[in-house]
């Protein structure tokens, strides 16, 4: 196997391969009570985790291992999936009684991967209480034996010390992380704050218990996970649980990380936040949700190559990593490499055949890279849902009974800025199907969400200006209208190149809908 590092190719998208020998350390066998999964699978990613900080080393992400490892094949057709040459398998099994201090044993195993043979194995019997020390004595062991198969000077894991004492408030931590790296939805997101709340709970001193805690938080803030009326509160929080974390632990990559995130996902922030993110990359080159986070600034930054880069390399540290698949999906459908945004959402497809938004990415390549709706529909007609999954590409048709029965079956959001959009596509759909009287309905409650918005917290205005131009212009109103129209790259100026070119779009938008519609072309060339 190979793997490049941060080169992508000019003409596809795709990324350059440079050789690299990859590891992946899949969730280790609990021989035990299935409660105690999540320490199995806890082992496997802190000992992958030591494992990334090895120079030379590519190593595939312990969720994409997790995933890969969850339907029963063989270690060589895992390995394949995964594109790498060597894998860490194990198992665990607890024992003691209630006397005495209870203890773990961990078998891990080094296989390499093209003729399933097994390089190497141990037993580790430990008290539960030295599990960190068994952890790092694990990694260095299996670099070790890794270094010499491939005749390799490889330096040791970096050191890391016991991040707490209690190791109730671990476990928790274990589970937090477990549930953060389970599943594709991001529900988990909260669930997994609720298990790093209660082991800082049971920890005060806990930094990476704090810093994860800070990161999921701003994570579910971001994706509107928390009711806008309890906004300010989230945010405060997640200040203080960020600032503690860095308080106990100031160079914790995980802290630093949670302060870049914070930066990132409350105040949208772009520069703060990769001067957080970058330096932590330098010393995690093999953790794929660091080359996300840098991906991620580099696109709102206008840096698209760079960005390709880093998302590919999650990507390549992280096959089956939904996350990273998606960012680089819609990052290359963003700079127009369409061929490759395809390729993307067509494995998405696959690794998700119940998420609707695979099969809209997929025929947005389609539509982008084509031009054909009617090849984009094919796609459509394929999602679980397919009224519900492009309700646009039935607008670009002027099928208006299509697409208010899409719009229909779309349950809004109804806290904030989601239901002020949905009432402006609604109102054309009212429009089209000329219901003069239901259109002005919904444009009309489009504008008082947007007046709304404008009086709430400041961070959460960002789409109240297009709202309020676009509602005002379907109203008729279109000297105001204009005025707005005018006004929004001000209104929505943060540095944010990813989406600055959308501003253009809403502009134009509204231009047209006020009748501009010389000076919308002139906005769109």
């Known amino acids: 196997s190979s793997s490049s590092r941060g080169a992508v190719d000019a003409e596809t998208g795709a990324p350059a391969v440079v050789s690299q020998p990859m590891v992946a350390v899949l969730p280790f066998d609990n021989v035990g009570d299935s409660e105690d999964d999540f320490l199995a699978s806890g ?16 190593l595939v992400s312990s969720r994409s291992a997790q ?18 040459d060597y894998l860490v398998e194990g198992s665990l099994r607890w024992g003691g009684n209630a006397e005495d201090e209870p203890r773990v044993r961990v078998t891990p195993r080094l296989i390499r991967v093209r003729d399933d043979r097994q390089l190497w194995s141990q037993s580790y019997d430990e008290v539960v209480s030295d599990v960190f020390t068994l952890q790092s004595r694990i990694a260095g062991d299996v670099a070790r034996q890794l270094g010499a198969t491939l005749e390799l000077d490889l330096p040791a894991p970096e050191q890391k010390s016991q991040p707490t004492e209690n190791m109730e408030a671990y476990f928790e931590y274990l589970r937090g992380v477990q549930e953060a790296t389970s599943a594709a939805n991001v529900e988990r997101m909260l669930r997994a704050v609720e298990h790093f709340e209660r082991a800082v709970a049971l920890d005060p001193e806990f930094s990476e218990g704090w810093a994860k805690l800070a990161t999921y938080r701003a994570m579910a803030l971001a994706q509107g996970l928390y009711p806008v009326d309890q906004r300010a509160e989230i945010v405060a929080r997640a200040e203080t649980e960020m600032e503690r974390a860095l308080e106990l632990d100031p160079e914790d990559p995980l802290a630093r990380l949670a302060r ?17 993110f970058q330096p932590v990359l330098e010393e995690r080159p093999n953790d794929p949700d660091v080359a996300k986070a840098v991906g991620a600034i580099q696109r709102r930054r206008g840096e698209y190559q760079d960005s390709l880069a880093h998302f590919e390399q999650a990507l390549r540290l992280a096959p089956g990593d939904y996350d990273a698949m998606y960012a680089a999906a819609t990052t290359h459908l963003a700079a127009r490499n369409h061929r490759r945004a395809a390729e993307l959402f067509d494995r998405l497809i696959v690794a998700a055949p119940d998420q609707p938004g695979m099969f809209v990415g997929r025929a947005w390549a389609e539509v982008k890279g084509t031009g054909s709706l009617e090849r984009a529909r094919v796609f459509l007609d394929q999602s679980p849902n397919p009224d519900r999954a492009l309700p646009e590409l ?24 989601g239901l002020g959009v949905w009432h402006l596509l609604m109102g054309q759909a009212e429009r089209g199907l000329g219901d003069e009287e239901a259109a002005t309905r919904h444009f009309e409650a489009a504008l008082e969400i947007s007046e709304w918005l404008f009086l709430d917290s400041e961070h959460h205005t960002e789409r109240a200006p297009i709202i309020r131009g676009l509602a005002l212009a379907h109203l008729g109103r279109s000297e105001e209208a204009l005025r707005y129209a005018e006004s929004l790259p001000d209104a929505l100026e943060n540095g944010d190149a990813y989406r600055g070119p959308m501003v253009g779009e809403f502009e134009a938008e509204i231009l047209a809908a006020a009748g501009e519609l010389e000076r919308a072309i002139d906005q769109i060339e």
Do not use: C, M, N
Not at 47 to 58: D, F, K, P, Y
Not at 67 to 84: C, H, K, M, N, Y
């Open 43 to 58: 082992i496997a990613e802190e000992i992958a985790s030591r494992l990334s900080t090895v120079g030379g080393l590519g």
């Open 67 to 84: 995933q890969a490892a969850s339907d029963g094949r063989s270690t060589v057709e895992i390995g394949e999936e995964l594109g790498v």
């Open 260 to 276: 870049g995130y914070y930066h990132y996902y409350v105040f949208r922030d772009f520069d703060r936040a990769y001067r957080e």
């Open 394 to 417: 039935a607008r670009y048709e002027r099928d208006w009974q299509r697409y208010r029965k899409g719009l229909v079956g779309i349950e809004p959001d109804r806290r904030g800025s």
